[in-house]
């Protein structure tokens, strides 16, 4: 097992893959800017290196200045945790020139996965089934055509990145040219690559997505869905598993095509399959995530397998602990507790934390990087906590969340709480029914999304 391995994060996902690595009796080093010297995830680690100012993009995401912490450290493998350069070629193949283990995919996967139209044409030659679309880059006047045939409303999506950039849903084929530029300009700023593809929206639809664990000896571990329908700007804010929206019948076919397509690419380490759910529950693929997931907890739950832990595990060369489809009892629910003030358009809301109180009981787990006197900066994603809650049924569960969302006691900045509270009360929610518009569909009819 490797002896010393560092934290290319900051952050709940940090402080989460410390304790991982303290677990398996690995030294754990953490880097940090200087506006995060004194954060949690600095203070649990053995050992901590300062790798640049705030920015990210002096920071988190000079790969030179993680590739020397690690050297100086006598580091052997990093892990990316998610964001930042989880999903970075270019980082792999700078651990590779350095002898380090980088504990994620391959370079080679991860090049041919994260630009998302390479991947359709990858998951059409495994047999996943495909939203109608173009198979790679369109221009302007080719997205007209495709738009046109397989019939409005489309998305146009960039070929690179995600998290909703360079994302834009044209109703007709009067907004497409406007769309088109606005997304490609969007895309050019955010990942450097203005190209766009073109896929048909699928309308009312569900977000589910497959978790997977491969292993370097051919073994693959699937380890069932996770519901994210629940969205603001494409960003997920509540997540659950089981799915109230799939069938056994529906399941099992996702989780047979994820397992074709891994092996088909030689997948190695953890990913997650994203996939729509159509009006009559019929699944497209839409990406891959060649990472650990923010909501990864809820299929831990329901499992029992310590995703993180598999990881390293895989990275050192082991087998898989569990092959096949993966065991699982219960419900999950997490809920991502944002610094957003819900009121104001989910505006960011950087700050002091004067008060934090994490809720606790039997089913109840909390991720996070916050303390009371914590500063949360500006510079970086609004998450502060996941609460993450499991018990035998979904009706047991949520009412487990919305206690445990009660007691959690946060002041001195806004948040999202109070919205998820609302969330997971009402009436739609409970019945299992929703979809990716739910946020649209309420505003008015939940009282944390109010104008203040």
């Given at each position: 097992?490797?002896e010393?391995?560092?934290?290319?994060?900051?952050?709940?996902?940090a402080?989460?893959?410390?304790?991982?690595?303290?677990?398996?009796?690995?030294?754990?080093?953490?880097?940090?800017?200087?506006?995060?010297?004194d954060?949690?995830?600095?203070k649990?680690?053995?050992?901590?290196?300062?790798?640049?100012?705030p920015?990210?993009?002096?920071?988190?995401?000079?790969?030179?200045?993680?590739?020397?912490?690690?050297?100086?450290?006598?580091?052997?493998?990093i892990?990316?945790?998610y964001?930042?350069?989880?999903?970075?070629?270019?980082?792999v193949?700078?651990?590779?020139?350095?002898?380090?283990?980088?504990?994620?995919?391959?370079?080679?996967?991860?090049?041919?996965?994260?630009?998302?139209?390479q991947?359709?044409?990858?998951?059409?030659?495994?047999?996943?089934?495909?939203?109608p679309?173009t198979?790679?880059?369109?221009?302007?006047?080719e997205?007209?055509?495709?738009?046109a045939?397989?019939?409005?409303?489309?998305?146009?999506?960039?070929?690179?990145?995600?998290?909703?950039?360079?994302?834009?849903?044209?109703?007709?084929?009067?907004?497409i040219?406007d769309?088109?530029?606005?997304?490609?300009?969007?895309?050019?700023?955010?990942?450097?690559?203005?190209?766009?593809?073109?896929e048909?929206?699928?309308?009312?639809?569900r977000?589910?997505e497959?978790q997977?664990?491969?292993?370097?000896?051919?073994?693959?571990?699937?380890?069932?869905?996770?519901?994210?329908?629940?969205?603001?700007r494409?960003?997920?804010?509540?997540?659950?598993?089981?799915?109230?929206?799939?069938?056994?019948?529906?399941?099992?076919?996702?989780?047979?095509?994820?397992?074709?397509?891994?092996?088909?690419?030689?997948y190695?380490?953890?990913?997650?399959?994203?996939?729509?759910l159509?009006p009559e529950?019929?699944?497209?693929?839409?990406?891959?995530?060649?990472r650990?997931?923010?909501?990864?907890?809820?299929?831990?739950?329901?499992?029992?397998i310590d995703?993180?832990?598999?990881?390293?595990?895989?990275?050192?060369?082991a087998?898989?602990?569990?092959?096949?489809?993966?065991?699982?009892?219960?419900?999950?629910?997490?809920?991502?507790?944002?610094?957003?003030?819900?009121?104001?358009?989910?505006?960011?809301?950087?700050?002091?934390?004067?008060?934090?109180?994490?809720?606790?009981?039997?089913?109840?787990?909390?991720?996070t990087?916050?303390?009371?006197?914590?500063?949360?900066?500006?510079?970086?994603?609004?998450l502060?906590?996941?609460?993450?809650?499991?018990?035998?049924?979904?009706?047991?569960?949520?009412?487990?969340?919305?206690?445990?969302?009660?007691?959690f006691?946060?002041?001195?900045?806004p948040?999202?709480?109070?919205?998820?509270?609302?969330?997971?009360?009402?009436?739609?929610?409970?019945?299992?029914?929703?979809?990716?518009?739910?946020?649209?569909?309420?505003?008015g009819?939940?009282p944390?999304l109010?104008?203040?």
């Open positions: 097992m490797f010393r391995v560092l934290v290319a994060n900051r952050g709940e996902i402080v989460r893959v410390i304790r991982a690595l303290h677990e398996l009796d690995i030294e754990a080093v953490a880097v940090y800017s200087t506006a995060d010297r954060a949690l995830h600095v649990l680690a053995d050992r901590a290196v300062c790798i640049g100012p920015a990210a993009s002096d920071s988190y995401l000079v790969i030179s200045n993680i590739i020397a912490a690690a050297e100086t450290t006598g580091a052997t493998a892990h990316p945790g964001g930042f350069l989880a999903e970075n070629a270019e980082l193949d700078a651990c590779a020139d350095n002898d380090i283990v980088f504990i994620g995919p391959s370079a080679d996967v991860m090049r041919r996965l994260g630009d998302k139209a991947a359709k044409i990858e998951m059409r030659s495994a047999g996943v089934p495909l939203v679309g198979d790679g880059a369109a221009s302007l006047a997205a007209r055509t495709v738009a045939e397989i019939g409005y409303p489309v998305l146009l999506k960039a070929t690179a990145g995600g998290g909703g950039k360079g994302m834009r849903l044209v109703h007709g084929p009067d907004e040219d769309a088109y530029a606005a997304a490609s300009n969007e895309a050019e700023a955010a990942f450097g690559e203005g190209a766009l593809y073109v048909r929206a699928v309308t009312p639809a977000h589910v497959i997977v664990l491969c292993d370097t000896h051919g073994n693959v571990l699937t380890l069932g869905e996770r519901e994210c329908s629940i969205q603001r494409h960003q997920k804010l509540v997540e659950e598993s089981p799915s109230p929206a799939l069938t056994p019948e529906t399941r099992e076919a996702m989780e047979a095509a994820v397992e074709r397509a891994c092996r088909a690419l030689g190695v380490n953890a990913g997650t399959f994203e996939f729509l159509g529950g019929e699944p497209y693929f839409i990406e891959v995530n060649c650990l997931q923010v909501e990864h907890p809820v299929t831990e739950l329901v499992t029992g995703i993180v832990r598999e990881q390293i595990r895989v990275a050192n060369g087998n898989l602990s569990h092959v096949g489809r993966a065991e699982r009892s219960g419900h999950a629910i997490e809920i991502r507790i944002n610094a957003e003030d819900p009121t104001r358009g989910f505006t960011p809301a950087p700050g002091t934390v004067t008060r934090f109180r994490p809720p606790l009981g039997p089913g109840v787990r909390v991720d990087a916050t303390y009371e006197g914590a500063t949360i900066p500006p510079y970086y994603d609004s502060i906590a996941k609460l993450i809650v499991h018990d035998d049924t979904r009706s047991a569960a949520i009412s487990r969340a919305v206690r445990a969302l009660r007691e006691e946060i002041e001195g900045i948040t999202t709480r109070d919205l998820a509270i609302d969330v997971l009360g009402s009436r739609e929610f409970a019945s299992g029914r929703y979809s990716t518009s739910y946020l649209e569909e309420m505003e009819r939940l944390s109010a104008p203040a």
